[in-house]
């Protein structure tokens, strides 16, 4: 089946028909998407893991941390 053929049978669907396929596409495209960044920030967290398991990155505490953003704003 074509694209074109799934378009033209999703615009035959009733109002209420189109809604709910509209939010399932919706839906999947944003797991792939929820999926893809949960890779990529436990990706980070290991390689952050790792640098303090070497003592290759410098320590902050979070009080430090928060004044440095506070005062690039300020």
Do not use: F, G
């Not at 074109?4 to 998407?33: H, Q």
Request: glycine fraction near 0%; proline fraction near 1%; charged fraction near 40%.
């Amino acid at each position: 089946m074509s694209i074109k053929e799934i378009e033209e049978a999703a615009l035959s669907l009733s109002p209420r028909e189109r809604a709910e396929l509209s939010y399932k596409l919706l839906e999947s495209i944003d797991s792939e998407i929820i999926h893809d960044v949960d890779k990529i920030w436990q990706e980070e967290v290991n390689e952050r893991y790792e640098q303090l398991k070497l003592d290759a990155t410098e320590r902050k505490t979070a009080e430090l941390v928060i004044k440095e953003a506070k005062s690039k704003y300020e």
